[in-house]
């Protein structure tokens, strides 16, 4: 199960669904609203799931240039706007707005 991303309920920390179509992982960050999950990746793509129904909203391939078997480094999240920012190997920062 290494660099899947896992879901866990919060009240019993009991597993509810193993997000295997990313296995990759390299960072992974909520959005201000509280209910969708970034998640980036080594390879440079970027997807953005609903935890409310654990549905994809958004697949994002090749944001970054892969650079020395890296593609993301970093993501940051404003804390109180829809809007989140991307830092690769490539050395571009990507700014993007979150709309769900």
Not at 16 to 24: A, F, L, W, Y
Not at 69 to 88: Q, R
Request: glycine share 8%; hydrophobic share 40%.
């Amino acid at each position: 199960m290494e660099d899947n991303v896992l879901v866990l309920d919060p009240r019993d920390l009991k597993s509810v669904r193993i997000i295997d179509e990313v296995n990759d992982v390299s960072d992974i960050k909520f959005l201000s609203d509280s209910h969708s999950l970034l998640v980036s990746t080594h390879s440079g793509d970027l997807y953005l799931w609903d935890l409310r129904n654990l549905k994809k909203l958004h697949q994002l391939i090749g944001v970054h240039e892969k650079k020395f078997d890296e593609g993301i480094l970093s993501v940051g999240v404003h804390a109180g706007l829809p809007f989140f920012a991307t830092g690769g190997a490539d050395q571009v920062i990507r700014v993007f707005e979150a709309n769900n």
